[in-house]
């Protein structure tokens, strides 16, 4: 799926089931920021729009914090 692709669901439209629980991810040990960007995008297929129960989340990424910045505050958080 590509980036555009991503983005392009629609929060208001999709239906929970259809989507990954970022819950239930398992997180790869590694210090290259690549390959657990591609970890993540293989278990979750959306970076951007995914559920943490039966809430959906949609993610958005602003200059200055890598995808693993942003999803290391989202599991804090959980």
């Known amino acids: 799926m590509t980036r ?13 089931e259809t989507l990954k629980d970022i819950g239930e991810v398992e997180y790869m040990e590694t210090d ?18 995914h559920k943490r129960g039966q809430v959906i989340v949609f993610n958005e990424y602003t200059e ?3 995808i693993n910045d942003v999803f290391g505050v989202l599991i804090a958080s959980s």
């Open 4 to 16: 555009e692709e991503m983005l392009s669901v629609d929060i208001k439209t999709v239906q929970a």
């Open 32 to 49: 290259n920021p690549l390959e657990k960007v591609e970890h993540l995008k293989k278990q979750l297929g959306n970076l951007y729009v």
């Open 64 to 66: 200055g914090r890598s």
